[in-house]
């Protein structure tokens, strides 16, 4: 049965993190289609800094945000040496793509930017799991972030980083696989949207 966790909201950035086994949104009260009765005020936090390893100098160089313009395409290369370096400095096995949850949270970006708005909940009602199913991908556990408004994945990483719930989603322990996506569309009001998808399969 899927159980809600609370909710929390921040007003300094649009991100929210979903879980089969708890709901956490971060997003500005506006954009966040969550239920209002079990939101929760939660205090802004300062994003930590990335301790990036030393053998992979690049994976601190991406973050800067000097270097970037909005990203005409997802680095997936880039992304998972953030999200592995992350996990190894935790104790945690680094994850592998996997083209399923790829396609599913492509669809799922590709939805949020046509409707330009932030919500785990697709626009057809849709939650994780049931578009986990119409994926064809059954998990054992699913989690799942979301982003808007981030020049690149590195600054949403960075995002995910300072809240405790996302941060918590980064270093599920039953995962093996993720699936990451982007959308930019400029003519929408947060312009770019992500979707991470961590899992492990049946």
């Known amino acids: ?49 990335v301790v990036a390893r030393q053998d992979k100098e690049f994976s601190s160089a991406i973050l800067r945000a000097e270097h970037w313009a909005p990203a005409s ?24 793509p996997d083209g399923q949850l790829a396609n599913i949270a492509k669809a799922h970006a590709r939805d949020l930017a046509q409707q330009d708005r932030v919500s785990h909940t697709g626009s057809d009602g849709a939650s994780l799991a049931a578009r986990l199913a119409r994926g064809g991908y059954d998990p054992i556990v699913a989690t799942e972030n979301i982003s808007a ?27 093996s696989q993720i699936g990451i996506a982007y959308i930019y569309d400029p003519t929408t009001e947060y312009k770019t949207f992500w979707t991470m998808i961590m899992a492990e399969p049946f």
């Open 1 to 49: 049965m899927l159980q809600l966790g609370p909710l929390g909201q921040k007003t300094s950035s649009a991100l929210l993190a979903i879980a089969l086994l708890g709901t956490g949104c971060t997003t500005p009260p506006a954009a966040c289609s969550c239920n209002p009765e079990t939101a929760l005020l939660e205090p802004g936090i300062a994003p930590p800094p």
């Open 73 to 96: 395409r997802l680095e997936m290369k880039q992304a998972l040496v953030l999200i592995n370096d992350f996990r190894e400095q935790n104790g945690l096995m680094p994850v592998m």
């Open 149 to 175: 408004g981030q020049r690149n994945f590195g600054e949403a990483f960075v995002a995910w980083q300072g809240s405790a719930l996302h941060r918590s989603k980064l270093l599920a322990k039953e995962v």
